[in-house]
């Protein structure tokens, strides 16, 4: 027999509604400095966030064990895919990233970015990441394919040090 009433369930439902909307996960975009304007081909970006970079186990008496956290993690990596165009933007983006150079003596084609709640334009926070790199992934061209724009994903590698910048806008929709 369930324990549910109505009474109980709108209990949980006031509670959770005070908490306000949820956040959509496709309402955001991701901006690389000096690429400004292929903000609009992003379409999948890690979100940064800070945590413990895992778990230290401490031996105690009796054969027993604790835990305690590792440094928080700042070298983060997440899935990226962006959508190419017929001018061919984005392979010419990653060209330019590898010949501007970056953070080291050999180059890198490293960069910094800014990954918005919300647009550029209008936006309730955004994460700024530093010293990111992608390793894309060999992009997959199919004749079969007729329903489907071509991709380039890979990884994205960066810094995220808790940089959040308020946003310019109460409300990005």
């Keep these: 027999m369930t324990v549910s009433n109505a009474a109980y369930l709108k209990g949980f439902y006031d509670q959770t509604r005070a908490m306000g909307a949820k956040v959509i996960s496709s309402d955001f975009t991701f901006e690389i400095e000096g690429f400004e304007g292929n903000f609009l081909l992003c ?3 890690p979100w ?12 105690t008496p009796l054969g027993a064990t604790m835990w305690q956290p590792q440094q928080l993690k700042v070298a983060q990596q997440g899935q990226i895919s962006m959508f190419e165009t017929i001018a061919g933007n984005i ?3 990653l060209v330019n990233l590898i010949t501007r150079g970056g953070t080291y003596a050999s180059g890198g084609a490293t960069f910094n970015a800014k990954i918005y709640e919300g647009t550029p ?6 994460k700024r990441i530093v010293d990111a790199f ?20 890979g990884t994205l590698f960066y810094h ?5 910048i308020a946003g310019n806008s109460g409300d990005y929709r």
């Design 121 to 126: 334009q209008k936006f309730l926070r955004a």
């Design 91 to 93: 392979d010419q983006m």
């Design 160 to 164: 995220y040090f808790g940089e959040i």
């Design 134 to 153: 992608i390793q894309m992934d060999v992009p997959d061209r199919d004749w079969e394919n007729r329903s489907q724009p071509l991709t380039f994903s």
């Design 43 to 45: 379409k999948q970006a």
């Design 48 to 59: 940064p966030e800070l945590s413990s970079a895992g778990e230290i186990e401490i031996p």
